[in-house]
């Protein structure tokens, strides 16, 4: 258990495995998505780089098969990680999410999988 609601990073598969098909790569991040709710349910905040970095690219022009995506996917989440206290690893393929848990771990942030999430302790209303 923990005392203070934690910011942390959904990373798993999104392109990976895709080959560039909107309609998997829409699957993927239905998942990434899905997994919001455990951690949100433990009292903690989840982020998904995506969510940031997609919004990003389309005000550049761009979309997640452009050769642009990779200035803008891998170093948001990294830039995120900056600001996380922990990384969620869901299952599968993906460079992309081996690379945060590794950035996590040098970071001396925890990594989880959905059933390790540590429940934030009751809060007390006054």
């Given at each position: 258990?923990?005392d203070h609601p934690?910011?942390?990073l959904?990373?798993?598969p999104?392109?990976?495995g895709?080959g560039g098909?909107p309609?998997?790569?829409?699957?993927?991040?239905?998942?990434?998505e899905?997994?919001?709710?455990?951690?949100?349910?433990?009292?903690?905040?989840?982020v998904?780089g995506?969510?940031i970095?997609?919004?990003?690219?389309r005000?550049a022009?761009?979309?997640?098969?452009?050769?642009?995506?990779d200035q803008?996917?891998?170093?948001t989440?990294?830039?995120?990680?900056a600001r996380?206290?922990?990384?969620?690893r869901l299952?599968?393929?993906?460079a992309?999410a081996d690379?945060?848990?590794?950035?996590?771990?040098r970071r001396?942030l925890?990594?989880y999988?959905v059933?390790?999430?540590?429940?934030?302790?009751?809060q007390?209303t006054?």
């Amino acid at each position: 258990m923990t005392d203070h609601p934690m910011l942390i990073l959904i990373a798993g598969p999104y392109r990976s495995g895709t080959g560039g098909d909107p309609q998997a790569m829409a699957a993927n991040l239905a998942r990434l998505e899905a997994a919001a709710w455990p951690v949100f349910a433990a009292g903690h905040l989840p982020v998904i780089g995506e969510w940031i970095a997609l919004p990003v690219l389309r005000s550049a022009g761009a979309g997640p098969t452009d050769p642009l995506a990779d200035q803008v996917l891998y170093p948001t989440a990294d830039r995120l990680l900056a600001r996380c206290d922990a990384v969620l690893r869901l299952p599968g393929d993906s460079a992309g999410a081996d690379q945060d848990v590794a950035t996590a771990r040098r970071r001396g942030l925890p990594v989880y999988h959905v059933a390790e999430i540590p429940r934030r302790a009751p809060q007390e209303t006054t």
